[in-house]
Structures are given as structure tokens and as C-alpha cells.
């Protein structure tokens, strides 16, 4: 059978290939002498182009298969190229840590496919399928790590799964062997015997598939390996859209983002210049040096001298002076220009993102510590919300619990949407009186509530404005929480000031300016209040002033002559009248 193709193995993987098996028995005698056998009768002639020698073992004391593979190719020019591989395969053994972590990350990645899905039904104003469903690089790395994440769980499930059917079935096998019933001694009748049996054909058969499965799943560990090994950069990447809403780390993500292009054409120089050094390397050492005697090898050399790593002694000995300006080329124009050129590319680009950002005072400690305060918060909310819930079920209760007025019950869900339609200034109308606010947030939510009321103009106040408590607590807030919404925007505001850019500082000065007018105008409310009001009463008291004034007018005046009565004319007037000389012309006669 080794000398007919296929090997009359009942297989249909190897049913009509052109590919010869033989069988060597692990005990060293019968296998030497079958080997010797298919030596004397040519088993390997001119015809051969390689032989490859599997080998299936497994140890139970630290429960690992092992494939080993050895390769014989023969070339035309007579030289025998040999290559060995031992791949391990460890059977696995859960432990119940191990256990609970695999069903959370199997729990974690269903959540992100139930994520991912409900993402997609809520972009209902995509114009089409693809764009709801791939509309960002977001989306497709999602469905890309929930795709691959359960292609993982599914073929590590079916890995294992092979992989205790295999155990199984190799320990089972030794029961089948067909040469146990013979007497190993005479070699000659053995060997025989077993080229005309039938059962022996069998058994080869069931040790080939043994041994192509186990390879198979060696094979199929590596790609599961290697799929792992990729899948953890779907969680680093995860993990800075995670920490995009971190200030620091989301200002480095947008550097990376940001300085992607430049960092793309001083990787095609890099890789010209590196390039350019290893053909010289092996242009010069090729010929005398093993290490720079191909292209793969002259590669890794010149990464070693990247690294300290390289034999520059040799390099020196045969040509001091060509190995000399070699490695001082390569060292300035490769290690300390092209790679001091990242540096330099991250640092603009850094500042330029820190520029367009602000200050990002927070890190991430800071972060921590209000995050912690958003939990107490919560807390406190959830506790209150209970205590009023028992208080209002179990009345028997209301003496042991601790009471809480319906003022000091929070909201649930602070509406942020709407917070945001204010933050979005849209009305052209910048002399709008920001303290109308409330009335515009009622038409919104009427709006949004199916109400008639027009809230184009309302969708927010003028850019100057600046947000206030009771526009939080019309748009739904209550008052605590409201509060405390206040307290962490003056906390993350509180002296962010740009220091590069002329129009942010400009406009953080008026928006300061504006702040401080509105505090001073908030002072001075109760006074002004009081100042309206007693003038509103003195215009109220102007008419019947008026009217007095009038009656005591008409008494002081005296009464009106007739028209045929002597006009009265006051003495003083007629002395210094009778004093004036008389003019010439027309003269007037006044009688007293």
C-alpha cells in the first residue's frame, strides 16, 4: 500500500491524491526495520520531491499534545533542505476563575452587540441602510469587534470541543491496535502480515486522521492565537473611545488622529532611506559577512544596528572605512533625524490640538473624584426615592424612617437634550432678555409634546448669555440638582482662560465682563425693585397733585375784567411811564 497512491486509506481527503503513506510503530525494532524495507524497495527515488514526518505525542504529566513535523525537500541541484516544527497544543483545564472571566467577557461582548443594535435603530434619519448601520468608523469598529469577538467565543467553544473529542479518541486507541495479538519478534512475518491485512488498512486509516486532526488543530490554535492577538487591538482602541470623554486622553487620541498623515509620508522616507542602507550593507558584507549575505538577513541586521544589537565589529574588521561612514549615515539619517522627526510631529501637533481644546485642567484623578461625587449623588437620590416609597406604602413605618419633603425628591434623569438646545444659541436676536428664557423652554416642551407652539426662535439664548438655575429647573431639574449642575460647570470653567489664541481671549474677557454685569445687576435687584416701586407711587399721586395745584391756582388769581372795564395797570408801571420823555409822532393817551 505504500507504493500506491492515497495508500488504500478509506479517507476522502486522500482518496485520489497523488501523495504516498507509509507507517512507522512507535517500537524501535518494527519501525527501523519497515523503514529499511521501503529504503531497499525505493520507496524514495528521483521522483521525490519531499517527505514529511509526522509525529503525534502527548504528555500526561503536563497535558499537552505535541505535533512534530519533519520536512525533507530535495531541489534539483541536490541539496536536501530540512525544516522542523514542535507545536505544542495544551489541553485546557478551567478553573472557575477562569470560568467567571470567560462568561463576562462572553456577557461583555452581547452587550456590545445589543449596543451596537440598538445605535443602529436609533439613527433613523439615515438616508439608507449602510449609512445606519456603517455611518462612522465608530459603527464599523463595533460591529467589526462584536462580529470577531463572537466568531472567538463560537470557534474557541468548537477548539475545545475538538480537542477533548481527539483525547478521547487517542485514548481509545491503543485498544485497536491490530499488532498487539501478534509476536513482535519475527519482524519479517510481521511486517508481511501487516501489508496484507485489511484490519491493519483500518487502523492506518484511523492513525492518519488522528494525526491530520491533531495537526489541523494545531494549526487552527495558531489562527486563534493570532485572531486574539488582534482582537486586543480592538480593545485598546475601544478603550480610547471609552476615555474620549477624559480631557488628556482624549486630546492624545485626537493627536494621533491628527498627526496620522504626517506621520504616513515620514514612514514611506523612512522606509526609502532604510531601505537605500540595506542594499548597501549587503552590497558591501554581503560577499564576506553571513549576516548580510540575503535581503532577509541584511534586513535583520540593519534592525539590530537600530537596536545596539549588530555586529559592527565584523562590518569594521573587513572594511573600516566603508563600515565607518555606513553606520554613521545610517545612525543620523535614520535614528536620530527620521525618528527625533516623530517626536517633533506629536509635540506640534499636540499643542495644536491643546489650543483648539483650551485648558484640560482635568486629569484623570480629578475625574475620579468627581465621578465619585456623581455616585454619592445618585446614591443619595436612589436612598431618598426609596425612604419616600416606604413612607407611602408601609404608613406604619413613618415613625422609624427619616422624612424627606417632596422638594429634596430629585429627578431621575437630568434632560440633558434639552440643556443642550439652550447651550445652541440659534435666535438672531442678540438684545433678547436672557431672563425670558422660562418662557421659551414652556413653548419648547409644548412643542416637543405635540403643542402648536412655534420654537424656532426658542431653541436657545444669544451666545453672552449665560446659563442660569432657573432655566434649569424650567427645563425639568429640580432645584438640588439644578444646584449642583451650576457648582460643576463654575468648577470646570473656573479660570480657563486660552492663552495662544486672540479671539478666545477676547471673548473670554467679554463673557467674564458679562458675567460680573449680571452678578452687579443681581445685587442690585431688591433696589431697584424699591426705587420702582416708589416712583410707581409718586405717578400715581402726580394727578391729584395736579388737581390741587389747579383749584389753588383759580383761588389766588383774581377775576377776569370785562372787555369795556379800564385796563388795570400797576402803579409802579405809571411812574415810570409819566417819567419817559414824550417821542415825536403819533402819541398815546393812557388814563389812569
Known amino acids: 500500500p505504500a507504493f500506491e497512491a492515497g495508500g488504500r486509506l478509506q479517507r476522502p481527503e486522500v482518496v485520489g491524491s497523488d501523495r504516498f503513506f507509509a507507517f512507522l510503530d512507535v517500537q524501535r525494532g518494527v519501525g527501523k526495520a519497515r523503514a529499511l524495507q521501503l529504503a531497499k524497495l525505493g520507496w524514495c527515488d528521483g521522483a521525490t520531491d519531499w517527505i514529511e514526518v509526522h509525529v503525534a505525542l502527548f504528555n500526561a504529566e503536563v497535558r499537552a499534545f505535541a505535533h512534530v513535523l519533519v520536512r525533507f525537500d530535495f531541489t534539483s541541484g541536490g541539496e536536501v533542505a530540512t525544516h522542523l516544527e514542535v507545536r505544542p497544543l495544551f489541553l485546557p483545564e478551567w478553573t472557575t476563575t477562569l470560568m467567571a472571566l470567560d462568561i463576562v467577557w462572553g456577557f461583555l461582548v452581547v452587550a456590545l452587540l445589543f449596543a451596537t443594535v440598538q445605535e443602529t435603530f436609533d439613527r433613523k434619519d439615515a438616508p439608507n441602510l449602510f449609512v445606519r448601520c456603517c455611518g462612522d468608523a465608530w459603527m464599523v469598529l463595533d460591529w467589526l469587534g462584536t462580529l470577531v469577538g463572537a466568531g472567538l467565543l463560537g470557534f474557541f467553544y468548537l477548539l475545545v470541543t475538538g480537542i477533548g473529542l481527539l483525547a478521547g479518541g487517542l485514548a481509545d486507541f491503543g485498544s485497536q491496535d491490530p499488532l498487539r495479538d501478534h509476536n513482535s519478534n519475527d519482524i519479517g512475518a510481521l511486517l508481511e502480515w501487516s501489508a496484507s491485512s485489511e484490519s491493519m488498512r483500518n487502523y492506518e486509516g484511523a492513525l492518519a486522521f488522528i494525526i491530520e486532526s491533531l495537526h489541523v488543530a494545531v494549526q487552527l490554535k495558531a489562527y486563534h492565537r493570532i485572531t486574539m492577538f488582534l482582537y486586543t487591538f480592538f480593545i485598546l482602541i475601544r478603550f480610547f473611545r471609552g476615555f474620549l470623554g477624559q480631557p488628556i486622553i482624549a486630546s492624545i487620541a485626537r493627536t494621533l488622529g491628527s498627526a496620522a498623515q504626517d506621520l504616513v509620508h515620514l514612514a514611506i522616507m523612512l522606509g526609502v532611506t532604510f531601505e537605500n542602507f540595506v542594499l548597501g550593507g549587503l552590497l558591501l558584507f554581503g560577499s564576506e559577512i553571513r549576516e548580510w549575505s540575503s535581503v532577509s538577513l541584511a534586513h535583520q541586521s540593519a534592525l539590530a544596528m537600530i537596536s545596539g544589537l549588530g555586529d559592527f565589529a565584523s562590518m569594521y574588521e573587513l572594511y573600516p572605512l566603508s563600515a565607518t561612514v555606513w553606520l554613521f549615515t545610517f545612525a543620523m539619517a535614520v535614528i536620530f533625524i527620521t525618528f527625533n522627526m516623530v517626536l517633533a510631529i506629536m509635540v506640534d501637533h499636540f499643542r495644536q490640538v491643546k489650543t483648539e481644546l483650551g485648558q484640560i485642567d482635568h486629569n484623570i484623578f480629578e475625574q475620579g473624584?468627581?465621578?465619585?461625587?456623581?455616585?454619592?449623588?445618585?446614591?443619595?437620590?436612589?436612598?431618598?426615592?426609596?425612604?419616600?416609597?416606604?413612607?407611602?406604602?408601609?404608613?406604619?413605618?413613618?415613625?422609624?424612617?427619616?422624612?424627606?419633603?417632596?422638594?429634596?425628591?430629585?429627578?431621575?434623569?437630568?434632560?440633558?437634550?434639552?440643556?443642550?438646545?439652550?447651550?445652541?444659541?440659534?435666535?438672531?436676536?442678540?438684545?433678547?432678555?436672557?431672563?425670558?428664557?422660562?418662557?421659551?423652554?414652556?413653548?419648547?416642551?409644548?412643542?416637543?409634546?405635540?403643542?402648536?407652539?412655534?420654537?424656532?426662535?426658542?431653541?436657545?439664548?444669544?451666545?453672552?448669555?449665560?446659563?442660569?438655575?432657573?432655566?434649569?429647573?424650567?427645563?425639568?431639574?429640580?432645584?438640588?440638582?439644578?444646584?449642583?449642575?451650576?457648582?460643576?460647570?463654575?468648577?470646570?470653567?473656573?479660570?480657563?482662560?486660552?492663552?495662544?489664541?486672540?479671539?478666545?481671549?477676547?471673548?473670554?474677557?467679554?463673557?467674564?465682563?458679562?458675567?460680573?454685569?449680571?452678578?452687579?445687576?443681581?445685587?442690585?435687584?431688591?433696589?431697584?425693585?424699591?426705587?420702582?416701586?416708589?416712583?410707581?407711587?409718586?405717578v400715581d399721586q402726580i394727578e391729584p397733585r395736579q388737581r390741587k395745584l389747579e383749584l389753588l391756582a383759580v383761588e389766588k388769581i383774581l377775576a377776569r375784567p370785562d372787555e369795556s372795564a379800564d385796563m388795570l395797570v400797576p402803579e409802579d408801571l405809571m411812574t415810570l411811564a409819566d417819567a419817559q420823555p414824550e417821542p415825536p409822532g403819533p402819541s398815546m393817551a393812557i388814563k389812569n
Open 369 to 538: 473624584l468627581l465621578l465619585a461625587g456623581d455616585f454619592y449623588f445618585r446614591v443619595t437620590l436612589i436612598g431618598k426615592r426609596f425612604v419616600y416609597f416606604l413612607r407611602l406604602q408601609i404608613p406604619p413605618l413613618c415613625h422609624v424612617l427619616p422624612e424627606f419633603e417632596e422638594s429634596e425628591l430629585r429627578v431621575g434623569k437630568i434632560p440633558y437634550d434639552d440643556i443642550l438646545d439652550v447651550l445652541a444659541p440659534v435666535c438672531k436676536d442678540e438684545t433678547l432678555d436672557p431672563r425670558k428664557t422660562a418662557e421659551m423652554i414652556k413653548r419648547m416642551q409644548a412643542a416637543k409634546t405635540g403643542g402648536n407652539a412655534d420654537i424656532d426662535w426658542a431653541r436657545g439664548l444669544p451666545a453672552w448669555a449665560p446659563m442660569q438655575r432657573d432655566i434649569l429647573t424650567c427645563l425639568g431639574c429640580d432645584p438640588i440638582t439644578a444646584e449642583r449642575l451650576m457648582e460643576m460647570a463654575n468648577e470646570a470653567m473656573a479660570g480657563k482662560r486660552p492663552e495662544d489664541f486672540p479671539t478666545d481671549v477676547l471673548f473670554h474677557e467679554f463673557e467674564g465682563h458679562m458675567r460680573s454685569m449680571y452678578d452687579q445687576l443681581a445685587a442690585t435687584d431688591e433696589d431697584l425693585r424699591t426705587w420702582l416701586s416708589e416712583r410707581r407711587v409718586d
